[in-house]
């Protein structure tokens, strides 16, 4: 889908819609930055770090938009975000924004009507036909993963397979999620 087009990840400051994490956007940063150093497509982005009060994902993209007036834009959400996006403040809005490209999530619900009539289905090459308003459905395999499970696998084995190494130790040498105090780890 991407064919080498650059990939901005972004880390949310401060989430709307749930607890602040434990990692602090800094350091959240810093395993994006380990975990994307071997792909140089992959750019992480701390944008959404500088920015005051909550993270709203249509600020986000309205400042990619005024930096890109014309380049097609995908937001990657989850199928689960996805069936509720006609819940979101503003929502139509993302229509004039970005394409939307939905990766599957397990046991996830159907998309809303209006949703799917405000995004219609497209190919990987009709995003690249306009700047936005299409929707991609993602087929391929993604990893079945959660925060929640990394940090569980993390407390329990010291390890997670879905995390780059250098992430593992990162996380160990900060005590980012206290998992050092409950798991012994050894680095090789």
């Not at 306009?130 to 993963?145: A, H, S, T």
């Not at 130790?169 to 206290?178: A, F, V």
Request: glycine fraction near 4%.
């Amino acid at each position: 889908m991407l064919d080498g087009a650059p990939v901005h990840l972004l880390p949310n400051a401060v989430p709307p819609h749930r607890p602040q994490p434990l990692a602090s956007g800094e350091q959240r940063l810093r395993m994006l930055e380990l975990a994307c150093a071997e792909h140089p497509h992959l750019h992480p982005d701390g944008w959404e770090l500088a920015q005051p009060g909550p993270s709203y994902s249509l600020a986000t993209l309205q400042h990619f938009r005024q930096q890109h007036p014309q380049r097609p834009l995908v937001f990657m959400i989850g199928a689960d975000s996805f069936a509720s996006l006609h819940q979101w403040h503003q929502w139509r809005d993302y229509t004039t924004l970005c394409h939307l490209a939905v990766v599957p999530r397990p046991d996830s619900p159907l998309a809303d009507d209006a949703v799917l009539e405000a995004f219609p289905e497209t190919d990987a090459q009709g995003l690249a036909q306009q700047p936005c308003g299409l929707r991609l459905m993602l087929k391929r395999p993604f990893l079945d993963v959660s925060a929640t499970a990394i940090r569980q696998a993390l407390a329990e084995k010291g390890r997670c397979p879905a995390l780059d190494d250098a992430v593992i130790t990162h996380i160990h040498r900060h005590d980012l999620y206290n998992v050092a105090k409950l798991t012994p780890f050894n680095p090789s």
